[in-house]
C-alpha cells in the first residue's frame, strides 16, 4: 500500500480559530452532557472484531474507562450509550454559503483530489472516475459532495441520519441528492454506485456489522475510501490535560477510534485491498492549545505572545513529525474490493 504523509496546517486554520474561541463553551457543554448520561450496558466483546474484551489494556479517558481489543487493539469506552445519548447538538454550527464553499475547497476537495490521483495511477483515469456512480455515506453538510460536483462528477449520492443536515446539504446540492437514513448497511445494499466515500463517519457507529456486511456484498472492483480518527498524539493530550476540550475522543459522538491494525481488521471484514493511504493530522494545533491554555493565566501578555509565537513556528514541523511516526489523529484509507 502506498502511503503518504501530512497535509499544510493552514488549510484548517478557520476551524481551529473558532475552536479555540469556542474552547470553554465546548469543555462546559462536554462535560454537562457526560454527567447527563446513563449507561446501557457494559461491553464485553470489541464493536470492531467480535472477540472477547477480557484482559484487554485499558485506561482512563477524562473519568471514561476505555479498552484496547487484545486482537484488533480498536479502542473503546467499556460503558456502551444509547443511541439518544450520544446526539450532541452544537458541535457542527450552520454556514452560510460562502463558508459552505470555503470548507468544500480547502478541506474536501484536497480529499477528492487524493483519492483521484490514487485512482487514476492504479485504478482509471480521473476523467473516468468523474463519470462513475458515487455515494457518500454520512454526507454531513455535503461538503465532499459539494467538492466532487464542482469537479464535474454527474451521479452524487449520499446519506445521512440527521435530518437538519440532510436538508442543509439538499439546499447546497439539490434536492434529493442526499436521503435521510440511519440504516446505512440498507442503503449501502440498494446503491448501484460503484465508488463509496465516508469521512469521519465509521467511529459513530456503536454497531459497524450492517455497515461492513453491505460493504462486503459489493461487487468485485468496487471502491471505498474512507477516514476514521485514530488513538494518536491528540488522543493522549486529551487523557493527560483535563483543561483542554477533547476534539479527538470526547466521550460522547467518540467513544471509540482506530488504530493501524483495527483499520486493517476492518478491510479483511469486508474483504477490500488497501490501495493507499493519507495520514496526517492536527495534533500539533492540539499540542499548542493543551500547552498555551494553562499558561493564559501564569504568563504575562508579552510573555505568553513570545511562547505563542515559537510554538507556531514549530507546527508544521511537529506535525510532519507525528504524522510520519503514524502518531496523527487521523488515516484516510482508499480500498478495492477484492
Ligand atoms: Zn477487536
Given at each position: 500500500m502506498k502511503t503518504k504523509y501530512s497535509k499544510p496546517l493552514g488549510d484548517i486554520s478557520l476551524e481551529s480559530e473558532e475552536w479555540?474561541?469556542?474552547?470553554?463553551?465546548?469543555?462546559?457543554?462536554?462535560?454537562?452532557?457526560?454527567?447527563s448520561c446513563e449507561p446501557s450496558g457494559i461491553r464485553t466483546e470489541c464493536l470492531l472484531c467480535g472477540l472477547s474484551l477480557n484482559d484487554a489494556p485499558r485506561f482512563s479517558h477524562r473519568s471514561i474507562s476505555y479498552l484496547s481489543c487484545p486482537q484488533c487493539t480498536h479502542i473503546q469506552a467499556e460503558e456502551i450509550l444509547s443511541d439518544a445519548a450520544s446526539c450532541f447538538d452544537g458541535v457542527y454550527p450552520a454556514l452560510e454559503i460562502d463558508l459552505w464553499q470555503s470548507r468544500c475547497n480547502r478541506i474536501y476537495t484536497p480529499k477528492l483530489q487524493?483519492?483521484?490521483?490514487?485512482?487514476?495511477?492504479?485504478?482509471?483515469?480521473?476523467?473516468?472516475?468523474?463519470?462513475?456512480?458515487?455515494?457518500?455515506?454520512?454526507?454531513?453538510?455535503?461538503?465532499?459532495?459539494?467538492?466532487?460536483?464542482?469537479?464535474?462528477?454527474?451521479?452524487?449520492?449520499?446519506?445521512?441520519?440527521?435530518?437538519?443536515?440532510?436538508?442543509?446539504?439538499?439546499?447546497?446540492?439539490?434536492?434529493?441528492?442526499v436521503a435521510c437514513t440511519g440504516n446505512f448497511g440498507h442503503a449501502i445494499e440498494g446503491s448501484q454506485a460503484n465508488i463509496f466515500v465516508s469521512f469521519f463517519v465509521l467511529e459513530h457507529l456503536s454497531d459497524p456489522l450492517p455497515l461492513i456486511k453491505s460493504l462486503r456484498s459489493k461487487p468485485a472492483g468496487t471502491i471505498f475510501a474512507f477516514s476514521v480518527p485514530t488513538y494518536g498524539l491528540s488522543a493522549i493530550l486529551e487523557s493527560a490535560f483535563g483543561c483542554h476540550a477533547?476534539?479527538?475522543?470526547?466521550?460522547?459522538?467518540?467513544?471509540?477510534?482506530?488504530?493501524?491494525?483495527?483499520?486493517?481488521?476492518?478491510?479483511?471484514?469486508?474483504?477490500?485491498?488497501?490501495?493507499?493511504?493519507?495520514?496526517?493530522?492536527?495534533?500539533?494545533?492540539?499540542?499548542?492549545?493543551a500547552i498555551l491554555k494553562p499558561l493564559l493565566s501564569t504568563y504575562d501578555r508579552k510573555m505568553f505572545s513570545y511562547v505563542e509565537a515559537r510554538l507556531n513556528d514549530i507546527m508544521e514541523l511537529?506535525?510532519?513529525?507525528?504524522?510520519?511516526?503514524?502518531?496523527?489523529?487521523?488515516?484516510?484509507?482508499?480500498?478495492?474490493?477484492?
Amino acid at each position: 500500500m502506498k502511503t503518504k504523509y501530512s497535509k499544510p496546517l493552514g488549510d484548517i486554520s478557520l476551524e481551529s480559530e473558532e475552536w479555540i474561541a469556542n474552547e470553554d463553551r465546548i469543555l462546559a457543554q462536554q462535560s454537562e452532557h457526560l454527567a447527563s448520561c446513563e449507561p446501557s450496558g457494559i461491553r464485553t466483546e470489541c464493536l470492531l472484531c467480535g472477540l472477547s474484551l477480557n484482559d484487554a489494556p485499558r485506561f482512563s479517558h477524562r473519568s471514561i474507562s476505555y479498552l484496547s481489543c487484545p486482537q484488533c487493539t480498536h479502542i473503546q469506552a467499556e460503558e456502551i450509550l444509547s443511541d439518544a445519548a450520544s446526539c450532541f447538538d452544537g458541535v457542527y454550527p450552520a454556514l452560510e454559503i460562502d463558508l459552505w464553499q470555503s470548507r468544500c475547497n480547502r478541506i474536501y476537495t484536497p480529499k477528492l483530489q487524493w483519492i483521484l490521483n490514487e485512482l487514476d495511477s492504479s485504478w482509471m483515469p480521473s476523467g473516468k472516475c468523474l463519470r462513475e456512480h458515487w455515494f457518500e455515506i454520512g454526507t454531513g453538510a455535503g461538503y465532499f459532495l459539494g467538492a466532487l460536483k464542482a469537479a464535474g462528477a454527474v451521479h452524487c449520492r449520499g446519506i445521512d441520519a440527521d435530518p437538519h443536515l440532510v436538508a442543509r446539504a439538499n439546499s447546497f446540492l439539490g434536492k434529493d441528492t442526499v436521503a435521510c437514513t440511519g440504516n446505512f448497511g440498507h442503503a449501502i445494499e440498494g446503491s448501484q454506485a460503484n465508488i463509496f466515500v465516508s469521512f469521519f463517519v465509521l467511529e459513530h457507529l456503536s454497531d459497524p456489522l450492517p455497515l461492513i456486511k453491505s460493504l462486503r456484498s459489493k461487487p468485485a472492483g468496487t471502491i471505498f475510501a474512507f477516514s476514521v480518527p485514530t488513538y494518536g498524539l491528540s488522543a493522549i493530550l486529551e487523557s493527560a490535560f483535563g483543561c483542554h476540550a477533547a476534539r479527538n475522543l470526547d466521550n460522547i459522538l467518540h467513544r471509540q477510534l482506530y488504530t493501524d491494525a483495527s483499520i486493517e481488521r476492518l478491510l479483511r471484514s469486508i474483504d477490500y485491498e488497501p490501495l493507499a493511504q493519507w495520514v496526517f493530522g492536527q495534533d500539533a494545533l492540539d499540542f499548542k492549545r493543551a500547552i498555551l491554555k494553562p499558561l493564559l493565566s501564569t504568563y504575562d501578555r508579552k510573555m505568553f505572545s513570545y511562547v505563542e509565537a515559537r510554538l507556531n513556528d514549530i507546527m508544521e514541523l511537529l506535525q510532519g513529525a507525528v504524522d510520519i511516526s503514524h502518531l496523527a489523529d487521523a488515516r484516510h484509507v482508499l480500498a478495492v474490493k477484492r
